[in-house]
């Protein structure tokens, strides 16, 4: 852990070089998402489980684990989110060239502030840009949270085995701290034209999640999530197939990410891990679209399908996900979500 924070400080600073020549500009986001309900791999074909908003209440065929007052499967209504943001960018020319590889090589800097019903966050970021095909990005985040009005719980431990996390006002800090690289790829910088830019581009992101109230092995939840997270590293992935057009539409794209916990969290995530990560990976992708609504602002749109665990008949009803046994894995629809961008200088 020391190791990681200490070579993400670093390459911060070592980023740090001059701000002359450089461009300023500060954004406006809004990012807000349905959750499609579902009933939690009841009812699966061929792997899929479809949008049900009618939960499955436990039969009682199955004794719960002790302490675990069990659940229903789904919740017959989904689920919502909502943040908004404000990003400052500084762009500082590096080590540009004139040709097509180089003219456009760069330092950005990100600074950003996050806010939702259920949580604050600041977050900062560093990328370099030494080459027009590939980019390194360093940062770091930092933030808590608090339970609104009894709805949605922003920040608490998930480790008494009720699976109902601990609801206090501000419990703690969650930090993160990540390094990852991109490669990136436009055919239209090779092929000029409006109709040749087919892009590309993956990402491999290392990531070190902290919360200052657990300790080794004790899950906890944020920003109202499933409550499954772990002090340690995880290893996600991000993958892009897209294409520009020259019209309000201007880009049409297929996204995927992956996200594996590493290290001693590996084994938190299944009932086997022998590998070098933990053998359940989440999936999650679908098409996404961007609109261009003026000179200064964007509406992205993202339709999402992901993977899920599938828990055995006898363990599915138990409340606290450490009381279900892993026995395999289904595709559900996900969300729907959108993020808006509006350039104020």
């Known amino acids: 852990m020391k190791i990681f924070i200490f070579m993400t400080i670093l390459l911060l600073l070592v980023t740090s070089g001059t701000l002359f020549s450089a461009e300023i500009s500060t954004y406006f986001g809004a990012v807000g998402a349905y959750y499609f309900d579902d009933n939690k791999g009841d009812t699966i074909n061929n792997g899929f489980s479809p949008i049900s908003y009618?939960?499955?209440?436990?039969p009682g065929t199955y004794p719960l684990a002790a302490g675990d007052d069990g659940r229903d499967l789904g919740s017959g209504w989904g689920g919502a989110e909502a943040k908004t943001s404000i990003t400052h960018k500084i762009k500082v020319p590096f080590m540009q060239g004139t040709g097509v590889m180089t003219s456009d090589n760069s330092i950005l800097y990100q600074l950003k502030g996050e806010l939702s019903p259920v949580s604050i966050n600041a977050i900062f970021s560093t990328t370099i840009t030494?080459?027009?095909f590939l980019n390194f990005q360093a940062g770091a985040q930092i933030g808590?949270?608090?339970?609104?009005?009894?709805?949605?719980?922003g920040l608490g431990?998930?480790?008494?085995?009720?699976?109902?996390p601990e609801k206090e006002p501000v419990p703690g800090v969650m930090a993160k701290s990540w390094l990852s690289g991109t490669f990136q790829f436009d055919l239209g910088a090779v092929i000029p034209g409006e109709w040749t830019h087919i892009i590309t581009a993956a990402t491999a992101k290392g990531e070190y999640k902290y919360f200052s109230d657990a300790g080794k092995?004790?899950?906890?939840?944020?920003?109202?999530?499933?409550?499954?997270?772990?002090?340690?590293?995880?290893?996600?992935?991000?993958?892009i197939l897209g294409y520009k057009l020259p019209y309000k539409?201007?880009?049409?794209?297929?996204?995927?990410?992956?996200?594996?916990?590493?290290?001693?969290?590996?084994?938190?995530?299944?009932?086997?891990?022998?590998?070098?990560?933990?053998d359940f990976t989440?999936?999650?992708?679908?098409?996404?679209a961007n609109i261009k609504l003026s000179e200064n602002s964007s509406l992205l749109i993202l339709l999402q399908f992901r993977t899920e665990k599938l828990y055995t008949d006898a363990t599915v009803y138990n409340?606290?996900?450490r009381n279900r046994e892993y026995d395999g894995t289904y595709v559900d629809f996900r969300r729907i979500a959108f993020s808006y961008s509006k350039k104020f200088k």
């Not at 808590?144 to 709805?151: K, R």
Request: no cysteine.
């Open 144 to 153: 808590t949270g608090w339970n609104f009005f009894g709805l949605f719980n």
């Open 319 to 321: 409340n606290y996900f």
């Open 54 to 58: 009618s939960p499955v209440t436990n």
């Open 130 to 132: 030494p080459i027009a």
């Open 282 to 288: 989440q999936v999650t992708f679908g098409p996404i």
């Open 217 to 239: 092995g004790d899950a906890w939840q944020y920003e109202a999530d499933t409550g499954e997270n772990f002090n340690g590293f995880s290893f996600l992935g991000s993958y």
């Open 249 to 278: 539409v201007n880009t049409v794209a297929f996204l995927v990410e992956t996200e594996q916990m590493l290290g001693a969290n590996q084994d938190m995530s299944s009932s086997d891990s022998v590998d070098w990560g933990s």
């Open 157 to 164: 431990l998930n480790n008494d085995g009720t699976g109902i």
